[in-house]
């Protein structure tokens, strides 16, 4: 008997644990997509409505490819200067109104807009 019930606790609670890490991983993956959809959602939201462009003529946003950066920019001679490396001339950025930096995207990745809090002089 004692082996029976060992036997059924070396297969069962391995089991437990990953059925409990697993919901515990899709509760995490859960929170931060309806956190940073919720981001993305909002920016979109002013530029949308704003009927925003690019110096191109392009519409900056599309459903979800407008998120705030998590960071400030790099400021260099040449622009704002990105985690990725991309600098953004000064010419192109446009005003953000809610004082974020926002960066729109195309499919591909590369990108349509850029917003940048107003400077102070």
Known sequence: MFRCCTRSLLVLVPSLLLASTLLLAQSVLLDRTLFFGSVALAHDSWISRGGLRNTAGEWCCGE?????????????????QLQN???VPFNEAQPSPDGSFVRCHRPDGTRRCFFAPPTTN
């Open 64 to 80: 979800g490819d407008c998120p705030a950066l998590n960071y400030t920019p790099r400021v260099t001679a040449s622009g704002y």
């Open 85 to 87: 490396g991309e600098v």
